[in-house]
């Protein structure tokens, strides 16, 4: 038996499924091409995060500055995570939880904090495709709803062409204000001097209104209020939609990103055909990528830059190495990771030009500046975008389009987050969960209790306003009387408090907004957060490269693709990447107070949800290096004997040709064994 076919021998080994010797027990599945694992793989990564977040970002940190940023940390830190988690999962065909436990024992808690990332995403990321799909169904009315006042949840100061003062002829001297219950603005001039930004007077726009009172449902009071019966509808068609994707594993998922991985471009570029053939897209094109040097000097933009890679290549949620897992042993996973790398960046900017086209054709046509016009996250998606599209002719259509692309982006996104969550739980019981009929149980059981979890976020909303004393009682007072508003007064006369049963006539600091957005934000803030995926990235560079060894795992990619990758990934491994995760955790907590922010959603409780979202998961990695203390002293960092070493007399580390750590010599079997095993596969396999 040569040496050749003996590790080709080996390597089918770890191609194949190995059948659990127990009866009844399914062996674990493999993607039925490379495609599949591309397709699913850039479902997951190229997400709504590329077409409401980054173009925001360039935009707001410097224009085509911030790709200087964007790409250090992609190279430093997103690059060699993602192919991390990747290579791990292929090596180990093990799900985000397991795969942890085979190369280090006593670091699993890092695979259990990825998944409970997972949990948060599982059950507020869907809350998207529910408005998604309320919107879908909205646009195939005609006229849009959202493009007019006359409907029952529109305030009388609603108004179709609205902007941040688009009638500043109203704050002349002597001006008309009948159209506000027929209050004057003299004597308004007095207090012009002191409207700023903590006041600022801004009559609604349907698009606003339709979103606020006919989506989240504004209402007075405090907490959470009712569950509506339509987005709840939307919520379980969205996750019905996901459980069919994924029911039966891979077999579904690998056919069924053909189709939502690829559709989203297509709407995607006919938008952007559209966008750039109107007039005033230019100027929103310039807007957005006109660099603006002086912000590479700020900190703000390289952590905006260093969040938006994280989120956005969804890393530490143990995604990437589930996806891997079904990857046959030789996938060239290397090249793989390479192309993904660069699709997803791309994609981003590509977006950015459909966004800004539509943008700057918004605000050509309602002659008002595009930095009122310009917003990320829902407010672009469910606010700024459609108000654009009903601007246009056939605004139905493109409606539809547009919402049919949000709902592809989040949709692919969100039942690949779930599969990874089976998957992981599939391979900590393997005996129990592999068997016929298991599988869809385990996700339906998933599928329901993340939907009841969700009802929450589509509950109605309770807004809150506090005012300073900058504005007159008798100007405001008739206002906020006739919206339903309760009022108080403090000393000076001035507001000290409204509430508001309808859209808020006023945006300022002190606006506090309770219910199924407010829940959302803040775990969607929380949940996955800044703190959590920085801290989890340095405990997989370390355990990978200090722990298991950066050149013992070096050796398992020379063996899986037959060659070694770029030296570069494995220094950034030891030193680049967890400087700088720790880097910029360290800026963000000397710098932000984002609990305090978030007490003005929910009070008290903020800081409370705020802190137990965020230590759940990072709770895991002492909790289980305790219990590895507790069950194996001895064989802590020792990894399992299932894995293949094919050099394991080689040491584990070397730094500049120095030995840092020898051998673990524990090769998985003697040579004499392997070789029995090897020729009794390839006869199996009709090879003689």
Not at 88 to 109: D, H, N
Not at 368 to 392: E, H, Q
Not at 486 to 515: E, I, K, W, Y
Not at 538 to 548: D, F, M, P
Request: glycine letters at 8%.
């Amino acid at each position: 038996m040569t040496e050749e076919t003996d590790k080709r021998g080996s390597a089918e080994e770890h191609g194949q499924d190995k059948q659990d010797p127990e009866e009844g027990v399914q062996p674990r599945g493999k993607w039925a091409n490379n495609m599949e694992f591309i397709l699913s793989m850039a479902g997951e990564i190229i997400g709504l995060g590329n077409v409401w977040r980054f173009p925001y970002l360039c935009y707001k940190n410097g224009g085509g500055v911030f790709l200087i940023p964007y790409c250090v940390f992609l190279f430093c830190c997103g690059i060699p995570v993602f192919f991390l988690e990747t290579a791990l999962g292929q090596y180990t065909s093990e799900g985000g939880v397991t795969a942890w436990r085979k190369i280090c024992p006593m670091f699993e808690g890092v695979g259990i904090a990825s998944q409970v990332i997972v949990i948060y995403l599982n059950i507020y990321y869907i809350v998207v495709l529910a408005w998604a799909i309320f919107y879908l169904i909205n646009s195939f009315k005609s006229p849009l709803p959202w493009s007019s006042c006359a409907n029952p949840w529109n305030t009388d100061v609603c108004f179709s062409r609205p902007g941040l003062f688009a009638n500043p002829e109203l704050f002349n001297k002597d001006s008309n204000w009948s159209f506000l219950h027929n209050i004057s603005a003299s004597g308004y001039e007095d207090y012009y001097s002191n409207f700023n930004e903590t006041f600022l007077l801004k009559v609604s726009s349907p698009e606003e209104e339709f979103w606020e009172n006919r989506v989240l449902r504004m209402s007075h009071g405090s907490g959470l209020g009712d569950v509506h019966w339509d987005l709840a509808l939307c919520l379980l068609f969205a996750w019905v939609i996901c459980y069919f994707c994924i029911w039966k594993g891979i077999k579904t998922t690998g056919k069924v990103v053909y189709f939502t991985a690829t559709f989203p471009y297509l709407m995607l570029f006919i938008l952007f055909i559209r966008g750039v053939t109107l007039p005033g897209a230019a100027d929103g094109l310039k807007y957005y990528l006109k660099p603006n040097f002086s912000k590479l000097a700020e900190p703000n933009v390289w952590c905006d830059a260093g969040t938006q890679v994280f989120f956005s290549y969804a890393v530490c949620q143990g995604v990437l190495t589930a996806l891997g897992s079904y990857n046959k042993y030789n996938n060239n996973c290397y090249k793989d990771c390479l192309v993904l790398c660069c699709l997803n960046s791309a994609t981003s900017i590509f977006a950015g030009f459909a966004v800004f086209s539509i943008i700057g054709f918004m605000a050509h046509d309602l002659n008002i500046p595009i930095s009122d016009v310009t917003a990320s996250g829902p407010g672009l998606a469910f606010i700024a975008y459609p108000r654009a599209l009903s601007l246009l002719p056939g605004s139905s259509f493109w409606a539809v389009l547009f919402f049919l692309m949000i709902l592809f982006l989040g949709l692919d996104s969100q039942f690949v987050c779930v599969e990874s969550l089976a998957t992981a739980i599939t391979d900590l019981f393997p005996s129990r969960l592999r068997r016929p009929g298991a599988r869809e149980i385990l996700v339906l059981v998933i599928a329901v209790t993340c939907f009841l979890l969700g009802l929450p976020f589509v509950t109605e909303v309770s807004w809150m306003l506090n005012i300073s004393t900058v504005c007159p009682v008798r100007f405001l007072f008739p206002l906020i009387e006739r919206n339903g508003g309760d009022v108080g007064m403090n000393a000076n006369g001035g507001l000290l408090r409204c509430s508001f049963v309808t859209s808020p006539l006023f945006l300022m600091t002190g606006l506090h907004f309770q219910g199924g957005i407010g829940l959302f934000r803040i775990v969607d803030t929380f949940g996955p957060s800044g703190t959590s995926l920085l801290l989890i990235a340095c405990a997989e560079t370390l355990v990978v490269s200090w722990v298991y060894g950066a050149d013992r795992f070096y050796d398992n990619i020379e063996d899986m693709i037959g060659y070694r990758p770029s030296p570069v990934l494995k220094y950034c491994w030891m030193f680049v990447t967890p400087l700088i995760c720790v880097a910029t955790l360290l800026y963000n907590l000397a710098t932000d107070s984002p609990q305090s922010v978030y007490s003005e959603l929910f009070g008290s409780s903020a800081s409370t949800i705020a802190a137990l979202l965020i230590a759940t998961p990072l709770i895991c990695i002492p909790v289980y290096i305790f219990i590895a203390l507790r069950r194996d002293p001895n064989n802590m960092t020792t990894p399992s004997k299932d894995l293949r070493q094919v050099s394991p007399d080689k040491p584990v580390l070397t730094l500049c040709n120095l030995v840092i750590f020898q051998a673990q010599r524990r090769p998985n079997r003697n040579p004499e064994e392997r070789n029995t095993k090897t020729a009794e596969e390839l006869t199996s396999f009709g090879i003689d």
